[in-house]
C-alpha cells in the first residue's frame, strides 16, 4: 500500500523559508523520479519542481527558481522541498508524489495511484 506523508508547512511572513519533508512507504521508492505538486485555492494542482531517481537531475517551476530546493534521499525513502524568500503567491496546499507523466494530462492522478493529505503552506504578506 503506497503511504505519502507530507509535513513541515506552516505559517509564515513573506520573505521567510520553510523545509517540507515527504516520506514514502509501499513502493520502491529509488526506481522513482518524484516531484512536489501544490493546489492554491480556486486552482489547479501544479508541480513545482522533481527530481529523478538516481541522478538527482532536477526541474523547476518558472516562478519558484533560485527559490526552491529539491532534494531526496533513497535510503530514508523521503523527498524534501527547502523553500526560501517565500511569497504571497506560494500559498497552497503542496504534495509530494511521483513524477506524473504528460500523457496523464493534469495533475490529478498519480501512477502511484495514491496521493498523500498534503502540508499547508500559508505566506502572509
Known amino acids: 500500500q503506497v503511504q505519502l506523508v507530507e509535513s513541515g508547512g506552516g505559517l509564515v511572513h513573506a520573505g521567510g523559508s520553510l523545509n517540507l519533508t515527504c516520506t514514502t512507504s509501499?513502493?520502491?521508492?529509488?526506481?522513482?523520479?518524484m516531484g512536489w505538486y501544490r493546489q492554491a485555492i480556486g486552482k489547479e494542482r501544479e508541480r513545482v519542481a522533481s527530481?529523478?531517481?538516481?541522478?538527482?537531475?532536477?526541474t523547476y517551476l518558472d516562478s519558484v527558481k533560485g527559490r526552491f530546493t529539491i532534494s531526496r534521499d533513497n535510503v530514508k525513502n523521503a523527498v524534501y522541498l527547502q523553500m526560501n524568500n517565500l511569497k504571497p503567491e506560494d500559498t497552497a496546499v503542496y504534495y509530494c508524489?511521483?513524477?506524473?507523466?504528460?500523457?496523464?494530462?493534469?495533475?490529478?492522478?498519480?501512477?502511484?495511484?495514491?496521493w498523500g493529505q498534503g502540508t499547508q503552506v500559508t505566506v502572509s504578506p
Open positions: 509501499g513502493f520502491l521508492f529509488s526506481d522513482w523520479g
Open positions: 508524489n511521483a513524477v506524473i507523466p504528460p500523457f496523464y494530462g493534469d495533475y490529478s492522478r498519480s501512477p502511484l495511484g495514491s
Open positions: 527530481i529523478t531517481a538516481t541522478s538527482g537531475s532536477t
